[in-house]
């Protein structure tokens, strides 16, 4: 009987090709997730940053966006904006725009509307179709206020962006828990060999193919695993050291040369590649396997600890890996394994020995999970593939909290914000002055219908420069701090320079510097979109002029 015909094989979609490269970063969920996303940038100003925004949005598949701007297209808009044309001139700048952006990729879908922030905002429920708000200030406080309470609200995101001549930054506003599971460490960082937790099985198989390691033929002693070396001279440290494993640097370092005592040199060039890899992995290996800094934030999160009927999946398994490190001083292990010369058999059984080991952790933790469900009394289960992802990334995941951005204001507040902000106003590669100028600049643009005290004959540098200053000295009385001379004077230079630049270029916009800002912005907002890799914690400075870029949590 003739053997039926396989299926031919199916190489990938028009989509596949179209978006490998960006799928290779945040796979298949990441891409779905970002075509999910219905972004609304409020355009304010020249809006070039915006634009630029949405650009580098659009062209990686962002579901839908829309435009909200009532400015008309002026002369002006012509040198700064490569997404109008002269015939533009007195047309609706979002239309225009959104016309443009969605030739860039006809699976976006552009939406724009040509109404005025007020009339817009005075609805209700403007918002509640919006995945992410992304702002492009000056914006009146009464907006910006309005669009702060209803990202809190609804667990949703915001970015406030600003470019002025050389300079630009952007806040971002997100939920007041937001978790990451995928955060995409460095490869190298997240190998878990348990060199000092062996499991029984792991243990059996090293000495197994360890056991006559001397006896090996070259082809034989230059194929063994270096996991499994490192396991065999781990045995034999320990039995001249009192059952003791390496501690400190210096017996890392013996243990090392220990590891290099037993390359054979009469082997052909390469044949001990295995033994350089185990030489190799001992300083990184050789770690005591604890969660790091951010995993325990995570684990021991209130919201972690105090589960209720409403808490979200994360936290539900976030409570669960709590306990199943409670009892084994572990996390559960990821399984992956790093490459390695070996012969293909022993490294597919050493392969399969992790792997099996990290499903018995995941088996154990979702049977947690499903007990928490149980006892929580939760309508809607925690799937189990959420469980893996979890677990596999459970040295890892990070945990960012989201906080106001600072509106404009007749009196800024820091709280604890303070001491941070204070400390970095004399660090030269901190650009905590340009902030405060960027405040002040906000606030006289909010504020600039009054005078606040101010003579009306004051020019505009002058009005920004006094307020700049009050916003220095309240954020160190705040913080409690002083600066000596001659640091207070220098302080004080450096931040009219910033007023300056921003006074001088009068809130218009260098395309390279709003392209730059747009760029470093669209990378953000995938980040929060997709919930991979870790967005910034939460403003990010850009100074054109000596080419540096600050992130500050403030």
């Not at 909290?401 to 204001?409: E, M």
């Not at 510097?513 to 929060?528: D, P, S």
Request: proline content about 5%.
């Amino acid at each position: 009987m003739a053997e039926p015909i396989p299926p031919p094989l199916t190489g990938p979609t028009s989509k596949e090709k179209k978006y490998d490269r960006q799928l290779r970063l945040w796979a298949a969920s990441g891409q779905a997730a970002l075509e999910d996303a219905h972004l609304l940038l409020v355009n304010s100003g020249s809006g070039v940053v915006g634009i630029e925004t949405l650009k580098n949005l659009v062209l990686p598949g962002v579901g839908q966006f829309t435009i909200l701007d009532s400015s008309t297209v002026t002369e002006a808009d012509l040198g700064v904006n490569f997404f109008l044309e002269d015939e533009d001139i007195g047309a609706s700048r979002a239309e225009r725009c959104c016309r443009l952006l969605q030739e860039l990729n006809p699976d976006v879908q552009g939406n724009y509307i040509n109404e005025s922030f007020e009339t817009f905002f005075s609805r209700a429920d403007a918002l509640n179709k919006f995945t992410l708000i992304i702002v492009v200030l000056p914006v009146s406080p009464d907006i910006l206020n309005t669009i702060s309470e209803h990202t809190l609200q609804q667990n949703k995101a915001a970015f406030y962006v600003h470019s002025i001549g050389f300079y630009s930054h952007f806040t971002l506003q997100i939920s007041k828990a937001f978790p990451i599971v995928d955060t995409h460490p460095d490869p190298v960082s997240t190998q878990d060999l348990r060199l000092l937790n062996p499991w029984p099985e792991l243990l059996s198989y090293a000495q197994e193919k360890t056991q006559n390691l001397q006896d090996m033929d070259a082809e034989q002693h230059g194929h063994v695993p270096y996991v499994l070396l490192l396991f065999h001279h781990l045995e034999e440290w320990k039995h001249r050291n009192g059952g003791k494993v390496p501690d400190n640097y210096k017996e890392k370092a013996a243990f090392r040369d220990l590891v290099k005592q037993g390359m054979r040199t009469n082997n052909a060039e390469g044949g001990e590649e295995n033994h350089e890899e185990a030489v190799a992995a001992v300083l990184k290996s050789l770690n005591p396997a604890v969660p790091s800094s951010s995993a325990k934030e995570v684990l021991t999160a209130p919201e972690s600890v105090e589960l209720t009927q409403q808490s979200a999946d994360f936290w539900v398994i976030a409570h669960a890996i709590n306990d199943f490190y409670t009892k084994h001083s572990v996390l559960p292990l990821s399984g992956s394994l790093p490459d390695m010369k070996a012969k293909s058999a022993d490294y597919i059984q050493l392969q399969n020995i992790y792997k099996s080991k990290a499903r018995q952790d995941v088996a154990e933790v979702y049977a947690r999970v499903q007990e928490l469900d149980a006892q929580l009394q939760r309508s809607i289960k925690t799937p189990q593939n959420e469980v893996e992802a979890f677990c596999k990334s459970a040295a890892y995941v990070k945990l960012v909290r989201g906080r106001p951005p600072h509106l404009a204001k007749t009196f800024l507040s820091w709280d604890d914000r303070a001491g941070f902000a204070a400390n970095n106003l004399t660090n030269p590669d901190s650009l905590t002055l340009l902030y405060i100028a960027f405040l002040a600049y906000d606030n006289f643009i909010a504020f600039q219908d009054t005078t606040n005290g101010h003579s009306q004959n004051e020019s505009k540098i002058e009005q920004v420069t006094t307020h700049a200053f009050e916003i220095l000295k309240n954020l160190l009385k705040e913080a409690g701090e002083t600066i000596d001379e001659p640091e207070h004077t220098e302080v004080k230079e450096t931040l009219t320079k910033h007023i300056d630049e921003l006074v001088r270029a009068d809130g218009g916009e260098l395309h390279n510097i709003a392209a730059a800002t747009g760029g470093m912005v669209a990378q953000e907002v995938i980040k929060v979109i997709t919930k991979q890799y870790v967005p910034v914690d939460n403003t990010c400075l850009f100074d054109g002029i000596n080419s540096k870029t600050s992130v500050l949590k403030l």
